[in-house]
């Protein structure tokens, strides 16, 4: 056993499922919530914790994507193709979500040993391997040339992506999160990308190097394996693997009531800074 799969022994872990709940919700009440587990998990208030989550046609801009010089006439085209649109409150670019994009975040606390940034990635590309061992040695964590949201911890299958990694820390926690592409095709959402830069930019130069997106370095599961995988089958995965890795039954279910108050106050600024971002 590796010491980052060691890592991910726990005596217990808890599992917060959204992958059906969040779908109709906006994507702020996703970073809002793993803002208050990691204030809750960071803490010691709550045991280490893993959500899924799904949200329905959503692109998540990145700050400098809301740089863009023509980002008010590229916007209109996402509302056009059926997509939504929020800013992130974590570094990266553009990302596509939808139904069968399935996002996990791994949140960890740093009260009894820090986690440094690389050792955070180092823990979910593990966890990922783990929860897909029949190409689990065929998963590479590098950049891909061309994706969107380019990054070091892109996560590929014989150089075609098809996730990628952020982490967020608040309050001694830290939340490591994953986008698994599983169904559909992962060109399509690439392509969609692909306009809103081309609209954004318009030719014109930038300070900032926007990433130039081929979509065919990018894929779903689904297309990688040649199975046909589905959301709920790696849900029920995860399930299965912190089974695994916790001593203890897992904890399930949502937030408490006094959990719930705390994220009525992280939602109420996420919501805030993303209504600045948009002005």
Same mark, same amino acid.
Request: aromatic share 8%; glycine share 8%; with cysteine.
């Given at each position: 056993?590796s010491?980052v799969?060691f ?30 587990l990691?204030h809750l ?9 893993v ?8 692109v ?7 740089r ?5 006439e ?8 059926g997509?939504?649109?929020? /800013?992130?409150? $974590? &570094?990266?670019?553009?990302?596509? *979500?939808?139904?069968?994009?399935? =996002?996990?975040? %791994? ?10 940034i ?6 979910m590309?593990?966890?990922?391997r ?14 891909i040339v061309?994706?969107y ?5 892109d ?5 075609r ?15 490591v999160?994953?986008?698994?592409? /599983?169904e559909? $095709? &992962?060109?399509?959402?690439?392509? *969609?990308?692909?306009?809103?830069? =081309?609209?954004? %930019?318009r ?6 190097t ?10 779903s ?7 046909h ?8 995965r ?12 897992i ?11 705390l994220?009525?106050f992280?939602?109420?600024r ?10």
């Open positions: 056993m010491d799969q890592s991910l022994q726990k005596k217990q872990w808890r599992l917060i499922d959204e992958s059906i709940s969040a779908k109709k919700r906006s994507a702020l009440e996703s970073f809002a919530m793993d803002d208050t990691c998990v960071g803490q010691q208030m709550s045991v280490p914790t959500r899924t989550w799904v949200h329905d046609n959503t998540v801009l990145g700050i400098q994507d809301h863009l010089p023509y980002i008010g590229a916007l209109p085209h996402l509302e056009e193709s997509y939504q649109f929020i /800013v992130r409150n $974590s &570094g990266g670019l553009a990302v596509v *979500l939808d139904e069968g994009v399935l =996002n996990v975040s %791994l949140v960890l606390s740093e009260r009894e040993g820090s986690i440094d690389p050792e955070g990635y180092e823990t590309l593990e966890f990922v783990l929860l897909f061992p029949e190409v689990g040695d065929k998963i590479k964590a590098y950049e061309g994706s949201c380019p990054g070091t911890y996560l590929s299958i014989e150089g992506k098809f996730a990628g990694i952020s982490q967020r820390r608040l309050r001694q926690g830290v939340a999160q994953v986008y698994l592409c /599983v559909g $095709s &992962g060109s399509e959402r690439a392509e *969609l990308i692909r306009k809103l830069y =081309n609209e954004g %930019l030719g014109e130069q930038t300070k900032f926007y990433p130039t997106i081929k979509p065919e370095v990018m894929a599961l689904s297309e990688l394996t040649g199975e995988l589905t959301v709920n089958d790696i849900v029920i995860i399930q299965m693997l912190l089974r695994a890795l916790s001593e203890e039954e904890q399930t279910g949502g937030l408490t009531a006094e959990e719930m108050e994220y009525s992280y939602l109420k996420v919501v805030e800074r993303n209504q600045k971002m948009l002005k």
